[in-house]
């Protein structure tokens, strides 16, 4: 009994040489064939900032080795640049909070308005109007400058639109 079960094992293991050499010779092996994206893929949204649940609720279709990469990488450069916009202005607000705190209205007053000329340039720029992206506020006891930051040209939300049109 022991000695049929070797032979067994050996004539499997010549069998599955012989079956790789001849398929490594031949080159009839086609390779793994491309996975069709399963279409549950779920998109980060481009037409409003990112909320704390929509990267939870993005999903990717699958790859034979994880993820659709494309997929991955459009989604951490539209979270990236979520992410410097929503800092830039986190900055511009405490900074007109120290100065209402240090009791100068002036200052959070002009870096106020400026705060709201950069949103409205931005709100026509995404409209389609060439608008200046920096915003100088006249001195008013200190030098105060804010510049809202114009994005990269890569760096802007991440889209399969073509270059060049804007969202609704």
Same mark, same amino acid.
Request: charged content about 25%; hydrophobic content about 45%; overall charge negative.
């Given at each position: 009994? =022991?000695?049929?079960?070797?032979?067994?094992?050996? +004539? $499997?293991?010549?069998?599955?040489?012989?079956?790789?050499?001849?398929?490594?010779?031949?080159? *009839?092996? !086609?390779?793994?064939?491309?996975?069709?994206?399963?279409? *549950?893929?779920? !998109?980060?949204?481009?037409?409003?900032?990112?909320?704390?649940?929509?990267? =939870?609720?993005?999903?990717?279709?699958? +790859? !034979?080795?994880?993820?659709?990469?494309?997929?991955?990488?459009?989604?951490?450069? *539209?979270? /990236?640049?979520? %992410?410097?916009?929503?800092?830039?202005? %986190?900055?511009? $607000?405490?900074?007109?909070?120290? &100065?209402?705190?240090?009791? *100068?209205? #002036?200052? &959070?007053?002009? $870096?106020r308005h400026t705060r709201e000329q950069a949103a409205a340039a931005a709100a026509e720029q995404a409209?389609?109007?060439? +608008?200046?992206?920096? +915003?100088?506020?006249?001195?008013?006891? /200190?030098?105060?400058?804010?510049?809202?930051?114009?994005?990269? &040209?890569?760096?802007?939300?991440?889209?399969?639109?073509?270059? =060049?049109?804007?969202? #609704?």
């Amino acid at each position: 009994m =022991g000695q049929v079960l070797l032979l067994l094992v050996v +004539a $499997l293991t010549v069998a599955a040489v012989v079956f790789g050499v001849t398929v490594l010779v031949t080159g *009839r092996d !086609p390779g793994l064939a491309p996975v069709e994206p399963d279409g *549950r893929a779920v !998109p980060l949204p481009v037409s409003r900032p990112l909320r704390e649940s929509d990267v =939870g609720d993005a999903r990717f279709d699958t +790859a !034979p080795r994880g993820y659709r990469m494309s997929q991955v990488d459009q989604a951490m450069r *539209r979270a /990236a640049y979520d %992410i410097g916009y929503k800092s830039e202005l %986190i900055g511009v $607000l405490e900074a007109e909070v120290t &100065a209402l705190r240090e009791g *100068r209205a #002036a200052d &959070a007053d002009a $870096l106020r308005h400026t705060r709201e000329q950069a949103a409205a340039a931005a709100a026509e720029q995404a409209a389609g109007a060439d +608008a200046p992206t920096t +915003a100088a506020v006249p001195a008013t006891g /200190a030098d105060l400058t804010v510049t809202a930051a114009a994005p990269e &040209a890569g760096d802007r939300e991440p889209t399969d639109r073509p270059v =060049g049109s804007e969202p #609704a």
